[in-house]
């Protein structure tokens, strides 16, 4: 089946550490996105990428790195610059093109303590 | 730039009622229009969307959305809802023929479905 695997589902770390958030898609899709969800908040943009070894940052994309080295994967790194780091993360990826929706993993849900 | 606000963040509702989710939106250019269901502790699935044509749009779960470009509305609408609807819904816009980086999604509403 096609779709959009996130990994681990739930991730737990230390203040001050880096972790990295795994995206990885099989539906050929061009471009990615990461988003943070929080209680009440909606969804904000992190970064986006809409080809391979490129990418652009969103809303909020600082204390966040991304990278694009190849088309089916987009890993998140939150790094120690983060203020608040706990979050629901989402990650995402369509078509490309002018009006395609977006397809969405199931997220992974950072605490950090 | 585009906004989204959803006006209630939580509607409770009994089983087999009918139920009005509101969506209203801002935007100085043309706008194609989705709603999406998210699940506890699950990513978002496309529920509807509006792209062109009919106003009037409709899921295969029985919801539909009107597209209103007079009030700036698309708000979602189901007759009769069942347990297995209460989720979170999210309304979302981006500017016609952009892509979805451009989407902007409203705060969500919690849909609770009482027995």
């Known amino acids: 089946d096609g779709g959009i695997t996130q990994s681990p589902k739930y991730l737990f770390r230390k203040e001050g550490q880096n972790v990295t958030l795994s995206c990885e898609q099989n539906l050929n899709h061009d471009a990615m996105y990461w988003y943070r969800q929080d209680p009440g908040q909606g969804l904000r943009l992190i970064y986006y990428?809409?080809?391979?070894?490129?990418?652009q940052k969103g809303d909020i994309a600082e204390g966040y790195s991304v990278s694009r080295e190849k088309k089916e994967s987009f890993p998140l790194t939150v790094t120690s610059a983060q203020k608040n780091p706990t979050a629901f993360y989402l990650c995402?990826?369509?078509?490309?093109?002018?009006?395609?929706?977006?397809?969405f993993g199931q997220g992974t849900r950072l605490t950090v303590v | 730039a585009q906004s989204v606000t959803q006006l209630d963040s939580q509607v409770p509702v009994f089983e087999e009622a009918p139920v009005e989710l509101r969506c209203n939106y801002s935007?100085?250019?043309?706008?194609?229009l989705f709603w999406y269901v998210q699940y506890p502790n699950q990513g978002l699935q496309l529920l509807l969307k509006y792209l062109s044509g009919s106003t009037l749009v409709e899921s295969i779960n029985g919801f539909e959305a009107e597209f209103n470009k007079s009030q700036t509305s698309f708000h979602l609408r189901k007759p009769s809802v069942h347990i297995s609807d209460t989720a979170e819904y999210f309304c979302a816009v981006t500017p016609r023929g952009a892509g979805s980086y451009q989407l902007t999604f409203g705060k969500g509403t919690k849909l609770s479905v009482i027995p």
């Open positions: 990428s809409q080809i391979v070894n490129d990418f």
């Open positions: 995402a990826s369509s078509i490309g093109g002018r009006n395609t929706e977006a397809f």
């Open positions: 935007s100085s250019v043309s706008v194609y």
